[in-house]
């Protein structure tokens, strides 16, 4: 459930009507302290919370294929970013969406 480039999700009926839904923004914080601790507690908690959009920033090329590799993420959200900026200039954003990208 990988795409690549930015894009406008969804919103399923249910949410669309009650018009909400929630949110988790995150600065990821590209240093190398304690980072497979704190990438490995990051997913742990998207994952308990299961918030509808996850917003991150200062994504890695590193962090990224972690997001990718990961299983459980994959399995509920759909992956949006710019992976060829996050390569180009070593960090970038990332959305991941439950709702599937719109046309």
């Known amino acids: 459930m990988f795409h690549q480039a930015a894009f406008l999700p969804k919103l399923s009926p249910d949410i669309a ?4 839904f929630s949110l988790i923004t995150l600065n990821i914080w590209f240093d190398n302290f304690a980072k497979k601790t704190r990438r490995d507690a990051q997913f742990a908690t998207f994952l308990s919370l299961s918030p509808d959009f996850i917003c991150l920033q200062e994504v890695t090329p ?3 294929q972690e997001i990718e590799r990961s299983e459980e993420l994959r399995k509920h959200y759909y992956v949006s970013s710019d ?11 990332v959305i991941l969406s439950k709702h599937a990208p719109g046309p």
């Open 17 to 20: 009507h009650a018009g909400k």
């Open 83 to 93: 992976l060829d900026g996050i390569m180009r200039c070593g960090y970038g954003v």
């Open 62 to 64: 590193e962090y990224w």
